[in-house]
């Protein structure tokens, strides 16, 4: 995907190319990430060409695999969000399970 030009196109050059699942505010999450896969046109058109994209049947996944597999992503993007945003409260002194003060007496 042309990250650079949908940005300009979509969100008329606000915002910045992602190469990682969260953003680099989220705690632990400012690391340079490696390999970093450009946008070469191209090379993907060569490849489809080349027929090299062609799954064999003992590689291809069903339908319900892939279901299974993009379901388990989203579980994890929301659970790393949640984590993210527990560690944020965490160190701005407001927990999110922490006990009011009348569940301690």
Same mark, same amino acid.
């Given at each position: 995907?042309?990250?650079?030009?949908?940005? *300009? !196109?979509?969100?008329?050059? @606000? !915002? *910045?190319? &992602?190469? /990682?699942?969260?953003?680099?505010?989220?705690?632990?999450?400012?690391?340079?990430?490696?390999?970093?896969? =450009?946008?070469? @046109? *191209?090379? +993907? !058109?060569?490849?489809? +060409? /080349? =027929?090299?994209?062609?799954?064999?049947?003992?590689?291809?996944?069903? =339908?319900?695999? &892939?279901?299974?597999?993009?379901?388990?992503?989203? +579980?994890?993007?929301?659970?790393?969000? @949640?984590?993210?945003? #527990?560690? /944020?409260? !965490?160190?701005?002194?407001?927990? #999110?399970?922490? /006990?009011?003060?009348?569940?301690?007496?």
């Amino acid at each position: 995907i042309d990250k650079a030009t949908f940005i *300009e !196109e979509q969100f008329a050059g @606000l !915002e *910045e190319p &992602v190469n /990682q699942l969260l953003p680099k505010s989220a705690p632990y999450c400012n690391v340079d990430l490696s390999p970093k896969w =450009g946008y070469d @046109l *191209e090379k +993907a !058109e060569l490849i489809c +060409a /080349q =027929g090299t994209l062609q799954a064999s049947p003992s590689t291809s996944l069903t =339908g319900g695999a &892939v279901a299974g597999i993009v379901i388990a992503a989203i +579980a994890g993007v929301a659970l790393l969000g @949640l984590v993210a945003k #527990m560690i /944020q409260r !965490e160190r701005a002194g407001k927990p #999110m399970f922490a /006990q009011t003060k009348t569940e301690i007496s």
